[in-house]
């Protein structure tokens, strides 16, 4: 699929999905962004999940929130925490919970689990109760309502962020650069 430029925007996505014997899903994607006057956050898929509040199990960067610029103190083990903890209630709404150099998670409920696992080059996740847009739209964390699902991201590459809004921006290295491919690969297993 090549997407249709938006305000000289665009993304080539090839994407192969299979369905293995085993019960596996596999995800194969190319990402290609292209424009010329873009900073992108991230590059990877959104999902959003129809349950409020799963345990959530990852391998990956923690235990708090890192970002691939803000990973020094973040050390790679299992992790263990509900869903609705990912988010961080700053004093105006901003997207939070991201991890970085993920190679597993999984989601848990009552019903059974969802595990999402890396065939290749570890990923970034972030979990939110929230949407990208009501985080936007609401101002401040009293004013978002009552949610009864879960937002999760899983990201070929993230953006860092630099110093901003006090500071300098992100170093180029950890800028995402629209002049190149990415590649994410993963698994989905649903589990008893």
């Known amino acids: 699929y090549c997407g249709e430029a938006l305000n000289d925007i665009a993304f080539e996505v090839t994407t192969k999905w299979t369905i293995r014997e085993d019960g596996k899903l596999v995800c194969e994607s190319k990402i290609k962004p292209s424009g010329t006057k873009i900073e992108l956050a991230r590059i ?28 020094s103190g973040a050390f790679l083990g299992r992790y263990c ?44 996740i972030c979990v939110n109760p929230y949407s990208p847009l009501e985080l936007i739209e609401y101002t401040h964390p009293p004013e978002l309502p009552p949610s ?5 991201g899983i990201y070929a590459e993230t953006r860092g962020l630099g110093g901003e809004s006090c500071g300098p921006p992100p170093m180029q290295r950890d800028i995402i650069d629209t002049a ?13």
């Not at 009864?148 to 999760?152: A, L, N, Q, V, W």
């Open 148 to 152: 009864g699902k879960t937002e999760f």
């Open 81 to 124: 925490l509900k869903a609705k903890d990912f988010y961080f209630p700053y004093a105006r709404n901003q997207e939070s919970g991201n991890r970085e150099d993920v190679r597993e998670i999984t989601f848990k409920t009552e019903s059974g689990s969802l595990n999402f696992a890396s065939l290749g080059k570890p990923f970034a």
């Open 180 to 192: 190149r491919s990415y590649s994410l690969s993963f698994t989905i297993v649903p589990l008893k």
């Open 44 to 71: 990877g898929y959104h999902f959003v999940l129809d349950t409020k509040g799963p345990e959530v199990e990852y391998f990956g960067a923690g235990p708090y929130e890192n970002y691939r610029d803000r990973k």
